[in-house]
């Protein structure tokens, strides 16, 4: 079982940055794949960016160029570096980590993200 704890959170202005991390409870941290996931209200889960255990990544167009998702493994850690914060990235944001040996996924509390002037 892994527990992921999500923060970074909150309320920002149009134009904004915020940095959303996510902490591992596994020594095994190197061998997952994570994620972000956001959703939004009355909508469906929708993948933002996602890397794998050789820091490759994927970014959707919808925030490709503002978004940046990275790993530390040292401290257990995924990051989403969000810039250029528009009112329809508001949304609950979700650290998703797939054991890349069994396909398990394990999903964080989400953190509220709220852009508005």
């Known amino acids: 079982q892994v527990q992921l704890v999500t923060s970074g959170g909150g309320l920002v202005q149009p134009g904004g940055s915020l940095r959303l991390s996510c902490v591992a409870s596994?020594?095994?941290?190197?061998?997952?794949?994570m994620a972000w996931y956001r959703q939004c209200p009355d909508k469906e889960r929708e993948l933002v960016a996602e890397i794998d255990s050789s820091s490759r990544t994927i970014v959707v167009d919808s925030v490709k160029g503002r978004f940046d998702i990275s790993r530390d493994n040292a401290k257990l850690t995924v990051y989403l570096q969000m810039n250029s914060l528009r009112p329809d990235d508001s949304a609950v944001y979700f650290c998703v980590a797939r054991d890349s040996r069994s396909g398990y996924h394990y999903w964080g509390q989400g953190t509220q993200v709220t852009v508005s002037a």
């Open positions: 596994t020594s095994e941290f190197w061998v997952y794949e």
